[in-house]
């Protein structure tokens, strides 16, 4: 139905409701035509309280269960789903599904499709183990009714595994992924859109679990069949492409996967624009591969265009953001600019300390390496403080046998050998020594850094 039909119908509604009244059955039918057209027009606003309107009144006047009660139920509940309201589309849903199994009974094609709807609620919200029950239940109900291999059996099969990788249940994933597509491609074709979506997924789950091989092979199936079906430049294609050079990544052909990520960011770059999230993922990415090929003025230069980018598209304070502000300011400690790496460390230290706290772990691991680059730049007292807020944090947060706790101790401790106070450096050096042998091993490079600064401050403390 068209938007252009709603000035059509809100004036029915409004005669209706004048000559009938607001509860005749006319004039509900009038609501419920303007209510829908709003909403095959996607215009959820205008729809929604006109829909809620036309429910309390089809309720009062139909009876909660007939049929076209229940169509503006169902209505209601799409429409919350749609706008991610995700509590009010479990509610409204779990109503309409307790209705629909008692008019229409638990087999219907609208109650399961219902009960899907109302996994992806419960999904959406995070209520995993709720959404896998109801996946479980919809699939049960799906293979008695219409039988292991239809689609639309299939398509729950799917959903229900995309839960346990959720869950991180990667082996109960990767095995019903594993039948779906072997399924999938028995009804549906290799070549079909819902194949290679549960291929790609298996590719992906497959790398997560350090079965890159695997991974490779699927991957590059799945890329080449999507690039034929879909097209080059198509969304789905260009994922495909992005994964493909992460397994590169993984199996460590970094020169491979360079080109992959070149490509596949000129593409998005073309198809999406070079500001779009997915296409800044790419770029970050592919800096990434740079960095590990120890091409580091590249890195840079790619980091940097990724950062400026992020903070313009999502905010300075945004994970991604702050993720690729860290990135470069490693390269830039790692080129020895070190005047450039304190101003992204610091900088990162200031978004995360107000996004995840002053206590959260990678917030102490941003202030430990700020504080490692005072050390390098000469700026001892600095260092020592910094060290020390860190230490003090760390051994609240974590305890005092954490390994970051124990690398922070023995940091602060050659800072206080450095500044001529040994006596300070032997007290540090000495506490993480009774721990460091258990926790990292006695000829671990920390445990042995400790033991030789701690013989140095010894040394300088004889000598006094």
């Known amino acids: 139905m068209h938007e252009a039909a709603a000035p059509c119908f809100k004036e029915a509604w409004k005669l209706r409701q004048t000559s009938l009244g607001e509860d005749h059955i006319e004039t509900l039918s009038a609501l419920h035509l303007l209510a829908s057209a709003y909403l095959d027009a996607a215009k959820c606003d205008e729809a929604e309280p006109l829909l809620e309107i036309s429910l309390e009144k089809e309720k009062k006047v139909l009876g909660e269960d007939h049929e076209r009660t229940l169509e503006t139920m169902k209505n209601l509940a799409e429409l919350y789903l749609t706008k991610g309201d995700d509590a009010k589309a479990e509610k409204a849903y779990m109503e309409v599904w307790e209705k629909q199994k008692e008019v229409l009974g638990d087999a219907h094609p609208e109650t399961m499709k219902t009960m899907t709807n109302l996994a992806i609620a419960f999904e959406n919200q995070g ?14 109900k799906k293979k008695s009714v219409y039988g292991e291999d239809d689609p639309s059996t299939l398509s729950t099969m799917h959903n229900l595994a995309v839960v346990y990788d959720e869950q991180g249940d990667k082996q109960k ?32 789950v497959f790398d997560e679990q350090g079965d890159h091989e695997e991974a490779e092979q699927l991957c590059q199936e799945c890329w080449e069949l999507r690039k034929e079906v879909l097209g080059e430049n198509d969304a789905d294609t260009l994922t495909s492409l992005h994964k493909l050079a992460k397994v590169h990544v993984n199996l460590g052909n970094l020169p491979r996967a360079e080109e992959l990520y070149k490509d596949c960011w000129a593409r998005r770059k073309e198809t999406l624009g070079e500001n779009d999230s997915a296409t800044l993922t790419t770029l970050n ?145 000495e506490e993480c020594l009774r721990f460091m042998p258990d926790v990292f091993g006695e000829k671990h490079a920390h445990t042995a850094i400790a033991q030789s600064w701690l013989a140095e401050a010894k040394r300088q403390i004889e000598r006094s």
């Open 127 to 140: 209520k995993l183990g709720r959404a896998e029950r109801m996946y479980v239940r919809c699939w049960q």
């Open 285 to 429: 990415n592919m800096a990434k591969v740079y960095y590990q090929q120890g091409v580091l003025e590249k890195a840079a230069e790619l980091y940097r265009e990724c950062w400026e980018k992020r903070v313009t598209l999502l905010g300075e304070t945004d994970s991604d953001t702050l993720l690729t502000l860290s990135n470069l300011a490693v390269v830039y400690d790692d080129l020895k600019d070190f005047e450039k790496a304190e101003e992204m460390y610091r900088k990162c230290l200031e978004g995360r300390t107000v996004v995840l706290g002053e206590d959260d772990q990678v917030t102490l691991t941003t202030m430990s390496s700020l504080a490692s680059v005072y050390s390098k730049m000469e700026a001892l007292d600095r260092a020592e403080d910094m060290y020390s807020q860190c230490l003090e944090k760390q051994k609240e947060v974590l305890g005092e046998s954490h390994p970051d706790t124990l690398v922070t101790m023995v940091h602060l401790g050659v800072t206080y050998c450095k500044q001529g106070w040994c006596g300070d450096a032997e007290g540090v050096l």
């Open 173 to 204: 994933a990767e095995g019903i992924w594993q039948d779906c597509l072997d399924k999938r491609k028995a009804v549906l074709g290799d070549r079909h859109p819902d194949t290679l979506t549960t291929m790609h997924h298996l590719a992906r």
